[in-house]
């Protein structure tokens, strides 16, 4: 499991643009106060005099190795290992590792080399966000059986209920983005019974008694119907009261936090970098790449949709 920084390092190495080198070596009789050193967009100002108090404040000690230490021990602070970036320190030379870009607003106390480029399109807030676009863009381009694989799948379950047990409307969970099953108890039977998914049209002429074939039918053994509409689902009949007695199975909306694990399943992220790429690409009119790499992942999620959605239709026939 990689988590959404790792995935936009990966595409970044794909693209040729590496993770960044840069070294830091400190002229001390040139630094001044409110100097800045901005590492990965992180704006770092060094200060004078008092000790630092701010989160982003390194002091100015009284040479240049202990000052190269502070902006060392700053940086490690303000980047965790989820970020990949990291400093090291040795007289007075600070190194810093998988950045993007490192620039100073005084070039004279603070002198940079770089060993790769700086931050240029396709910009780390662009593979960011194309890795956001990717995660949804596959959600609702593969079926459920290949999102809810192992223990990193989108898949969820999760009882849900209105008090009264007269609610026939019942909001999804926070998360919902697409139900593939539905159960609940609707009547004097104990058992849940999964429900059959209608239009929101269906099902208002089923509770009206005006459906030709299906009817309202709340004793044991009958079909239920249900339907999704703003963000709730509609019962043909209201559940029976409890916090247990309706569970849906669904999709839940794909994470948004860099340093968090992607909720996709392990065998898909190799195609949300593809996601990312292609977006790279078409954005340095590379249009001819971003083609090839479309056939081939369009050809993937072919393969994979095929392989378990014949998995499902053959478990559904026994």
């Known amino acids: ?10 595409v970044r190495r794909r693209l040729g643009l590496g993770l960044g080198s840069h070294t830091v070596t400190l002229s001390y009789a040139d630094i001044a106060d409110q100097d800045t050193v901005t590492v990965h967009g992180i704006v770092l100002t060094c200060i004078t005099g008092a000790a630092a108090v701010e989160l982003a404040q390194f002091k100015k000690e009284t040479n240049a190795t202990a ?12 980047f965790d290992s989820t970020t990949r970036v990291s400093a090291s320190s040795s007289s007075g030379v600070t190194t810093i590792t998988g950045a993007r870009s490192v620039v100073t607003s005084n070039t004279t106390g603070f002198v940079i080399s770089s060993s790769t480029t700086q931050d240029e399109p396709p910009f780390t807030s662009d593979i960011d966000q194309w890795i956001l676009d990717g995660q949804l863009w596959l959600a609702n381009m593969v079926v459920d059986e290949a999102l809810s694989l192992g223990d990193t799948g989108l898949s969820k379950v999760t009882s849900f209920a209105d008090s009264s047990g007269t609610s026939t409307e019942i909001a999804w969970p926070s998360d919902f983005m697409r139900s593939f099953m539905v159960t609940a108890k609707i009547g ?4 849940l ?5 209608v239009t929101l049209d269906e099902l208002f002429e089923i509770r009206h008694d005006r459906h030709d074939l299906w ?30 007695k309706a ?21 898909l992220e190799p195609l949300l970098e593809d996601y990312a790429v292609i977006k790279a ?3 340095k009119q590379r249009y001819d790449m971003a083609q090839a790499l479309l056939g081939t992942l369009t050809l993937s999620i072919q393969v994979i949709n ?13």
């Open 1 to 10: 499991m990689a988590t959404l920084a790792a995935i936009s390092d990966n």
């Open 67 to 78: 000052t190269s230490d502070n902006l060392e021990d700053l940086i490690d602070a303000i």
């Open 188 to 191: 004097s039977d104990a058992d």
């Open 193 to 197: 019974y999964r429900l059959t998914r």
């Open 215 to 244: 009817k309202v039918d709340a004793s044991d053994k009958a079909a239920k119907y249900y339907a999704t509409a703003e963000g709730k689902c509609y019962f043909s009949a209201a559940p029976v009261t409890g916090s247990d």
């Open 247 to 267: 569970k849906v199975y669904y999709i839940q909306e794909p994470q948004t936090t860099k340093g968090t694990e992607c909720d996709l399943p392990d065998g």
């Open 281 to 283: 690409y078409e954005q």
């Open 306 to 318: 095929t392989r378990y959605a014949s998995s499902a239709a053959r478990k559904r026939r026994r």
